[in-house]
């Protein structure tokens, strides 16, 4: 079976995981809310996660908020729902990444 180039080609909504929103809320004070809306921005850096892929295909996604907020989402897709695993504020390495697509970068 081929690869999807892109993961987010096929979703159609959020599967939500009370405990992983409730971590992330209390660890990093990210609300599932927010961190959706980074999903609606562009740039929007999304890549294959590969050294966490043991059970099932993950992602992760480099973006912005609707408050300008930068973040890192680690996530999987079920169907065609996308379901959050983690979610972040993007450290320095991840933050440069992200200003190159954001000026055009490859």
Avoid: W
């Avoid at 959020?14 to 004070?29: I, L, P, S, T």
């Avoid at 892929?53 to 897709?77: I, P």
């Amino acid at each position: 079976m081929a690869e999807r180039k892109d993961p987010l080609e096929f979703c159609t909504g959020f599967e939500r995981d009370d405990a992983n929103a409730v971590k992330n809320c209390e660890r990093h004070r990210v609300t599932p809310a927010e961190t959706e809306s980074v999903f609606f921005h562009n740039p929007l850096v999304v890549r294959s996660d590969i050294g966490h892929s043991k059970r099932e295909k993950r992602y992760f996604a480099l973006g912005r908020t609707d408050a300008g907020r930068h973040l890192f989402v680690a996530f999987t897709v079920r169907g065609t729902l996308l379901r959050v695993i983690s979610v972040r504020d993007m450290n320095r390495r991840e933050r440069n990444a992200y200003a190159e697509q954001e000026e055009g970068g490859a």
